[in-house]
């Protein structure tokens, strides 16, 4: 294994570059927003559901307590690594800075399926849910066109290059235009939880914890087992203890996007003070809601009406209860939800792309910023690539890949923390994650139990991302990175600066 190491020093060195480095604008609010845009998307009313219908009943209430406390522990670990090394990167520079090169390369990798399946998958999505809010006004639309005998989903390519040019255009003007959308949809979830407070009925919340039943299925079908499963050849169950676990898993996709947060940090106007309370106020907001989501939906009607259902979502439980029209509210929630959180994911995306650039282990010519100190030439290229594979290819079968992208990121970080507090305790930290080394590995230890709850087809296809990765890295990156060229020489202490 490659265990060359690039210090801290270095990494915050690169955010100096006049050729290399992004402009610092963001403030507490906008990081808070950012995480609540990229968070809060359609997930808040489909994936409670059907969590709630399939694997947990009433107790997916303490799904999402489970998930916001794994997402919280991790979230810790990112505070206070990005408030000790402001730079572009998240997970990746924070790895490179402490478990080496290689490591750091499948972190990246990791990231970079995260955010790349999930912009396509959720630009996929946006167009389906354009269709609904207008079909639910009465307005007709066509999501698909023919061209040249393909179907091409055209919103998708169409909001994936909006919110590129404005990437382009730059950062904050990206946060103000998410900033507006983030507080519609804000509005619009606060309005659907106060109506629906109407209609809860404590006899639904009977039993909090369904007896398990077994799995329609069983054991016999490997590829949709849990990897848990497989392993202990116990038999995949809905409901009881495992399914509120497996519900976690599932949920969990709805707090993906906090990371991408992090990837902004060397654009962050006083990181060591901002950048915590950025990530934790917009954690705290986006527990609340889901939380709240999730009482009201199954105060509404019970699971077994929910599981009843080929696709239940929050709108199932209105209808259910006789309100209808708030399937046209809750469809312009979920497009102005979809609408930031793709915006976010195309920033992370290419701050992800920019850091590798910057440091050699992709061309160097990628990562150099124009004069408004944007990556032009990685978002425009990760743009059109997002948008032509959300625009004419199937990417449904990808969803998986997200969580298990987004966790092993969450694990190796969450170690990470650990071993930088022991190489390099002088270094100044803006947040500390308390009780060290307890919380960190309790964090990579729920993020692993996370992943193992993930089908056994998705780790087949996890692992063959990373092969994929790891030939990369070996003919070109290991070879082209600067500290094979430069070598890892110590340099002069610098202390961080806002």
């Known amino acids: 294994m490659d265990w060359r190491v690039k210090s801290v020093e270095a990494s915050i060195r690169d955010a100096d570059d006049a050729e290399r480095s992004l402009k610092r604008s963001l403030g507490t609010w906008d990081l808070a927003l950012m995480g609540i845009a990229v968070a809060v998307g359609a997930g808040i009313f489909s994936v409670g559901a059907q969590a709630a219908a399939n694997f947990a009943g009433p107790s997916v209430i303490v799904s999402f307590i489970l998930a916001a406390v794994t997402c919280g522990l991790a979230i810790m670990c990112y505070a206070e690594f990005a408030s000790t090394v402001p730079v572009a990167g998240s997970a990746y520079t924070f790895t490179y800075a402490t478990m080496g090169e290689l490591l750091a390369w499948i972190i990246a990798w990791d990231l970079i399926l995260e955010m790349f399946t999930a912009a396509a998958v959720l630009a996929k999505y946006w167009g389906v849910y354009l269709g609904e809010a207008l079909l639910a006004f009465g307005l007709p639309f066509a999501p698909t066109i023919e061209v040249a005998g393909l179907t091409v989903s055209w919103p998708a390519f169409l909001i994936v290059a909006v919110f590129t040019a404005l990437l382009v255009a730059g950062t904050q003007l990206t946060a103000r235009v998410g900033a ?21 009925q404590a006899a639904n919340f009977t039993p909090f914890i369904p ?138 995306l290419s701050r992800i792309v920019f850091a590798l650039s910057r440091d050699g282990l992709l061309p160097r010519w990628l990562s150099k910023t124009s004069a408004r100190k944007t990556p032009v030439r990685i978002q425009l290229i990760g743009g059109a690539v997002v948008a032509v594979v959300a625009a004419f290819f199937e990417v449904g079968l990808l969803e998986e890949m997200i969580n298990i992208g987004t966790l092993s990121a969450f694990v190796l970080v969450s170690i990470a923390v650990v071993v930088l507090r022991r190489t390099r305790p002088d270094l100044p930290r803006g947040f500390r994650v308390p009780w060290s080394p307890v919380l960190p590995i309790l964090s990579a230890v729920l993020c692993l139990w996370l992943m193992l709850n993930l089908t056994t087809l998705t780790w087949v296809r996890f692992l063959a991302w990373l092969a994929i990765g790891i030939v990369i890295y070996l003919l070109y990156g290991r070879r082209h990175s600067r500290l094979a060229r430069e070598g890892a020489t110590d340099l002069p202490a610098v202390t961080p600066q806002g």
């Open 180 to 200: 507006v959308f983030t507080v519609i949809k804000v509005l619009i979830v606060l309005f659907v939880i106060v109506v629906g407070l109407f209609f809860v």
């Open 211 to 348: 007896e398990a039943v077994p799995t329609e299925g069983g054991a016999t079908d490997a590829w949709t087992q849990s990897l848990f499963s497989w392993m202990t050849g116990a038999a995949p169950a809905q409901y009881g203890v495992f399914g509120l676990l497996a519900a976690a898993s599932l949920v969990f996709f709805a707090f993906i996007g906090f990371d991408v947060v992090a990837t902004s940090a060397e654009e962050v106007k006083e990181p060591q003070r901002t950048l915590p309370k950025g990530i934790f106020l917009g954690l705290g907001i986006v527990s609340l809601l889901y939380v709240l989501v999730s009482i009201v939906m199954t105060g509404m009607v019970s699971y077994r009406d929910l599981a009843a259902e080929e696709e239940p979502s929050l709108a199932t439980a209105f209808r259910l209860v006789g309100q209808d029209w708030a399937s046209a509210v809750i469809s312009l929630g979920a497009l102005a939800g979809l609408t930031t959180v793709i915006m976010v994911l195309l920033l992370g």
